[in-house]
């Protein structure tokens, strides 16, 4: 072994190499294990995942949206007394009092 190289340069260097393959070989499993979700729900056509996916491109994981189960609006009347309250609050408010 030459003079300038070590034994924990080398032990160092072999250790690296290996990490770096290992984290390559995880990062391939990962990415092949996504194409493999994205490819299950090709078979519903295109038109079907932009519908469900909220028109995202190439398969990429987006948030659904949220599904509206309540009434549309919720209103509720208010006395005279109180939409003057309302309107004192708005106008403190306002000032920054």
Do not use: K
């Not at 190289?5 to 990062?27: I, N, Q």
């Not at 038109?47 to 987006?62: C, I, K, N, S």
């Not at 209103?75 to 708005?90: H, I, K, S």
């Amino acid at each position: 072994m030459p003079e300038y190289t070590t034994l924990s340069r080398t032990t160092g260097a072999t250790v690296l190499t290996l990490v770096a393959v290992a984290c390559a070989a995880g990062l391939a499993d990962a990415l092949r294990r996504r194409r493999g979700r994205t490819r299950a729900r090709e078979p519903f056509g295109e038109a079907a995942r932009q519908r469900h996916t909220g028109h995202a491109p190439h398969g990429t994981p987006v948030v659904p949206r949220q599904r509206r189960t309540g009434s549309c609006e919720e209103a509720v009347r208010l006395t005279p007394a109180e939409r003057d309250a309302f309107a004192v609050l708005v106008r403190r408010f306002s000032e920054g009092a």
